[in-house]
């Protein structure tokens, strides 16, 4: 298999699904760029790939800053000379009912997951146009399908991902681009573990009210990412994957 070269952003959490997608990815033989806020976690991630063997470069990354963006790509581009793939998951979750949602709260999360999406697609297409070839996986969520009391901020921001993608996927389709989404239901990462850290039967209410009875897995999510940007999805785009368990079917 060729080697590809992929951005996956928000990857420095060792339960997250950026580092399960980076790992999987960096297993099938291409080459990882893991981006993150925390500099110290995202170095860890990629030292702990380039351990196994693997090709992994962490880079620093605030995906709210448009200057970050174009860092980010000309380093990339200058190491190794394409971008075939982004895998835009870096977010964050704050969920608060309508009364107690802050407008600090609002803008930071329309910031980190959605605005984050736009500044990372304007950045990587010009080089995925130049090359007629290229993949992008937007992480929305199944907030980003049904509305979920509490999650006014959070549902707008991945509604907006999932339509803002559908659009770019129809702009770029004759360039050989594909722009998908995934929709994770509830996996247990760090954000879960926060979401719920308040409400002690949390975890167990959550496994009872999936159809298939429990939480996801963050590979589960990274083969549905791989998939997508694999040569097997090369049909495939404007699509929304929905990988919950059955939550909304
Ligand atoms: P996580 O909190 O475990 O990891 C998110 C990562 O994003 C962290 O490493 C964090 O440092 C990074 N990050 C936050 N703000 C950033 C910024 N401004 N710039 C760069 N990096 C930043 O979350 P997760 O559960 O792995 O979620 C990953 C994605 O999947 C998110 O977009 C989330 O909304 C989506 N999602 C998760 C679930 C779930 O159940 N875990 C469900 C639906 C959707």
Redesign the pocket.
Known sequence: MTQKTIIV??A??E????FATARMLAREGHAIYL????SDAVEARASELRGEGLTATAMV????DAAAWTELVDTVKKDTGRIDGLVN?????VLRYMADLEEASWDKQID??LKSVYLGCRAVLPVMEAQEAGAIVN?S??AGLVGIAGTAAYAASKGGVRLMSKSIALEVAAKGIRVNTVH????W????KVAIADNPDGYDAINAAIPMKHMGEPDDIAHTIAFLLSDGAKYITGAEFVVDGGLTA
């Open positions: 952003t928000g420095a959490s339960a997250g699904l950026g981006t993150d806020l925390d990354q605030d995906v709210t998951n870096a977010g964050i979750a980190v997951n992480l969520s199944v994770p239901g509830v996996i990462t760090d954000m879960q």
